[in-house]
């Protein structure tokens, strides 16, 4: 019981330190928004039902508009959401498509930022929706020269108790992504709102050391600008994206097991430390829940001692869009969802996605 309670211990404290080097006002940037050119890249595929809405909302954009283009790449789309967009491309846009023989989302990403002719390139998918203001905070960073890579908040959106399962859940993403930036030492980042230099792209051969791998354009990409330029080349910006959550379970393990499955693939020391951390703290979790009927009221004590820490910790994430119920579940099915999608990961490799094969 003593080894358990010393556990707990190291445990809220590690939360607490990721609460407090992981709060959004540690990172945002400190310097002058700038003018630079900037082409926003948006690989698709199947994405009809929410193309018009991303379109619009890029015509609210306030950046200066003479300093924007935007690319989006057809990955050989079944339904009529190219035709649809081909028809109302904003002045700004152009359309590309993917020839027969590439396929995935890199192959779409490199299609892009081929053709594209800012220096800032931005990433995103077709899902997600952002503010009149967001290209400020994404590219404000870039004022300070050493920077090459800028990653961001995002946001799951959803009008279901699931939906707010998974924004909590997220939200514990994105919060260990900023505490890393925070503390110097950059393990995360986030494709759906990225930015990078297009020369440093280029410096690092782009995806090419891991095109064969089906997910982490993002992640891949940081880590090689890491090796090229040292951790001071990845900041934190403050351009915020909601995507929508994903509609089922299945969908959503479905999901973290193709992100999950990247980290074999991973060189960084620092990113697998950080992985088999989470895992042990889980996975100790999940021991303690099946250990209660043998320790007792003490036992459960603890239990409900880290169930409410974990409850603070989540709605202290997201003050303004705290949701307690939600809070609670993440909290107790977390530990089993950890350690079931890491194992699964380890032999699992995810061969669809979109409704295809994956490479």
């Excluded at 959401?81 to 027969?100: C, D, E, H, T, Y």
Aim: hydrophobic share 50%; net charge positive.
């Amino acid at each position: 019981m003593m080894v358990i309670g010393f556990f707990l211990v190291v445990y809220i404290l590690v939360l607490a330190g990721l609460a407090y080097f992981g709060r959004a006002a540690s990172v945002r940037d400190t310097h002058s928004p700038t003018g630079a050119a900037v082409s926003i890249v948006i690989p698709f595929r199947n994405e009809a039902e929410h193309l018009p809405t991303q379109v619009e909302a890029l015509r609210q954009l306030t950046y200066p508009s003479e300093n924007v283009e935007v690319i989006f790449v057809d990955d050989h789309s079944q339904d009529h959401g190219a035709r649809w967009l081909a028809a109302n491309l904003p002045a700004n846009a152009k359309l590309v498509s993917l020839p027969g023989s590439e396929h995935g989302k890199k192959a779409a990403l490199a299609a892009g930022i081929a053709h594209a002719r800012g220096t800032i390139m931005i990433t995103t998918d077709a899902d997600c929706m952002m503010s009149h203001d967001w290209l400020q905070g994404v590219v404000a960073p870039f004022a300070n020269p050493a920077v090459q890579l800028a990653t961001g908040e995002v946001i799951i959106s959803g009008s279901t108790f699931f939906s707010a399962c998974q924004h909590v859940e997220f939200s514990t993403v994105m919060l260990l992504t900023r505490a890393a930036i925070r503390l110097g030492k950059p393990v995360l980042c986030n494709g759906a709102n990225l930015a990078f230099r297009k020369s440093a792209y280029e410096q690092v051969g782009g995806y090419a050391s891991h095109r064969h791998v089906a997910s982490g354009d993002d992640e891949f990409l940081m880590r090689n600008i890491l090796e090229q330029f040292g951790d001071a080349s990845v900041a934190w910006h403050r351009g915020v994206v909601e995507t929508q959550s994903q509609p089922g379970v299945a969908a959503f393990l479905s999901q973290r097991l193709r992100w999950a499955s990247k980290w074999r693939h991973n060189r960084s020391a620092l990113a697998r430390l950080v992985a088999v951390l989470t895992f042990c703290f889980q996975a100790t979790m999940l021991g303690l829940w099946i250990s209660i009927p043998g320790l007792g009221i003490p036992g459960f004590l603890l239990l409900m001692l880290k169930t409410l820490a974990d409850v603070t910790f989540l709605l202290a994430i997201r003050p303004g869009h705290a949701r307690p119920l939600a809070s609670l579940v993440v909290s107790l099915v977390y530990p089993l969802y950890v350690v079931v999608v890491g194992l699964a990961a380890l032999v699992v490799v995810p061969h669809r996605w979109k409704d295809r094969a994956m490479a």
